[in-house]
T-cell receptor
């Protein structure tokens, strides 16, 4: 089976940095996705990691360690619009999603 | 990326009835998927919609309850049959692009009374 864990909630201040961790134990692994989902909207693609290491895309970075079954999403220079749910998903020819981390950005 | 539309965007249905949800993509895609997101929960894959053959269902989902059609590479439908209040959920279609990126449609919010 698939087991994907991420924290339920995180709160941070505008302009700060937040790191959302994701650990996984899955029967197969091709890569790991991060999605952002605002309330009432569909998930939007943020990043996809296949190899170990850090991928940077503007204010968002994603890290993967395949040997440790671990990833994190780093959100820098937080803005109010970053308040959303962040979903970690493992690609095993189909996507298995974690429960999501709700990030609240406060002024 | 791909532009995905779904119809209807929301519906309120009575138990025992069926609803068919349509998913249209603006380009031909090989992979199309249907997900369910129950209130306050994450996404669960229902099935992979295969063009020209029967859909591939995940554990816990069966064709009699969730029949799927995929007549071509830009369109798919999901039917939620014999609905009960437990089927109240958001149903999303998604497509695979460039081998690994998956994009989601806006979702269909279903309430069963």
């Amino acid at each position: 089976g698939q087991n994907i864990d991420q924290p339920t909630e995180m709160t941070a201040t505008e302009g700060a940095i937040v790191q959302i961790n994701c650990t996984y134990q899955t029967s197969g692994f091709n890569g790991l996705f991060w999605y952002q989902q605002h309330a009432g909207e569909a998930p939007t693609f943020l990043s996809y990691n296949v190899l170990d290491g850090l991928e940077e895309k503007g204010r968002f970075s994603s890290f993967l360690s395949r040997s440790k079954g671990y990833s994190y999403l780093l959100l820098k220079e937080l803005q109010m619009k970053d308040s959303a749910s962040y979903l970690c998903a493992v690609d095993d020819y189909k996507l298995s999603f974690g429960a999501g981390t709700t990030v609240t950005v406060r002024a | 990326s791909a532009v995905i539309s779904q119809k209807p965007s929301r519906d309120i249905c009575q138990r025992g009835t069926s609803l068919t949800i349509q998913c249209q993509v603006d380009s031909q895609v090989t992979m199309m998927f249907w997900y369910r997101q129950q209130p306050g929960q994450s996404l669960t894959l229902i099935a992979t919609a295969n063009q020209g053959s029967e859909a591939t269902y995940e554990s816990g989902f069966v064709i009699d309850k969730f029949p799927i059609s995929r007549p071509n590479l830009t369109f798919s439908t999901l039917t939620v049959s014999n609905m009960s209040p437990e089927d109240s959920s958001i149903y999303l279609c998604s497509v695979g692009v460039r081998g690994y990126e998956q994009y989601f449609g806006p979702g269909t919010r279903l309430t069963v009374t």
